[in-house]
């Protein structure tokens, strides 16, 4: 049986409210709804998300990451990186995604052992 796993990384997820002084990331959600579809309709048995899931980490972010991935929801793993941690912490992305921040598990007869680029709220300058 094989297994299929699909991987995303850097997606700076965010909201209108949620960028840089100068940034411009508008056009973000619609790309990643574009990848969350593609995405689903190959069908991966997990989704691993790997830093930089949303830009600053807040909730509004993590809210609407979740309403686009919703066909993946319980399917998903990830592992947090530096800008969930812009204006929150490591206890906020183990609450928002529902599992710890490190982890050594086994998926599909694979050892994995997921690792963060994350320095707990640092300072974003």
Do not use: C
Request: net charge negative; charged share 30%; hydrophobic share 40%.
């Amino acid at each position: 049986m094989s297994h299929r796993l699909a991987i995303l990384a850097d997606l700076h997820f965010s909201t209108p409210e949620n960028q840089f002084p100068g940034q411009d990331l508008s056009y973000a959600r619609s790309i990643v709804e574009k990848a969350a579809a593609m995405i689903e309709a190959d069908e991966p048995e997990r989704l691993l998300i790997v830093g930089d899931l949303t830009n600053f980490g807040t909730d509004e972010e993590y809210a609407a990451l979740h309403e686009v991935f919703a066909a993946f929801r319980g399917r998903i793993d990830a592992v947090a990186g530096n800008h969930e941690m812009v204006r929150a912490g490591l206890e906020d992305f183990e609450r928002q995604m529902s599992q710890p921040r490190a982890r050594r598990d086994e998926w599909a007869r694979l050892n994995r052992m997921l690792l963060n680029t994350a320095i707990d709220r640092q300072d974003p300058h």
